[in-house]
């Protein structure tokens, strides 16, 4: 018998067949790869927020908002223009 072989299992029919070890189990937790992929999707999310924000619609001004009728400011009883 051959040594690193692996044990021999008899068939029903009664011959021999060699069986493999199953393979190893997956490794737990999260991998190199899986925290390499976080950090550069932080990177890239980093990198792409003031771009964003650049190009995002202006807000109009208090005074000058469409749709909006202004409205009158008072101090001590007197209207402020």
């Known amino acids: 018998m051959d040594k690193g ?3 021999m299992v008899i068939d029903i029919d009664g011959t021999s ?6 393979p190893p189990p997956a490794p737990e937790g ?3 790869r899986d925290v390499t992929r ?3 999707t932080g990177a890239l999310a980093a990198a792409l927020a003031p771009l964003l924000a650049a190009f995002r619609a202006p807000r109009p001004t208090p ?3 469409p749709g ?3 409205f009158d400011r008072t ?3 007197r ?3």
């Open 17 to 22: 067949k060699e069986t493999q070890s199953p």
């Open 38 to 40: 976080g950090l550069r």
């Open 63 to 65: 005074g000058k908002a």
């Open 68 to 70: 909006r009728a202004s």
């Open 30 to 32: 999260r991998t190199r």
């Open 75 to 77: 101090h001590r009883g």
């Open 79 to 81: 209207r402020i223009q």
């Open 5 to 7: 072989v692996g044990p």
